[in-house]
Nanobody, 117 residues
Framework: QVHLVESGGGLVQAGGSLRLSCAAS????????MGWYRQAPGKQRELVAT???????NYAVSVEGRFTISRDNAKNTVFLQMNSLKPEDTAVYYC???????????WGQGTQVTVSS
């Protein structure tokens, strides 16, 4: 019913940039929040950045000042601009969408981001 399509991952050198995108399609009346999570091998999945419908944003301390989350509400799309990438940013990045009406939490399939030294 709701499909999340992620793109933008890849291999980049330290200090470089990538821009991730996630487009939600399907039977969606309203999106309350959109965000990004990541999981590195052997580690727990962690919050990277979120954006609520009220305009509030939240970032992990480790990415604050380097990453920027933005949304195109008309297209139900969320972006993650990642600058000054570090090797420790290497992980699978997952898009997350929280809808209301109905209230459902959706996850994308994940996109690999690899940052070389």
């Amino acid at each position: 019913q709701v499909h999340l399509v992620e793109s933008g991952g890849g291999l980049v050198q330290a200090g470089g940039s990538l821009r991730l995108s996630c487009a939600a399609s399907g039977n969606i009346f309203s999106i309350n929040a959109m965000g990004w999570y990541r999981q590195a091998p052997g580690k727990q999945r962690e919050l990277v950045a979120t954006s609520t419908s009220a305009g509030s944003t939240n970032y992990a301390v480790s990415v604050e000042g380097r990453f920027t989350i933005s949304r195109d509400n008309a297209k139900n799309t969320v972006f993650l601009q990642m600058n000054s990438l570090k090797p420790e940013d290497t992980a699978v990045y997952y898009c997350n969408v929280l809808t209301h009406w109905p209230v459902i939490n959706y996850w994308g399939q994940g996109t690999q981001v690899t940052v070389s030294s």
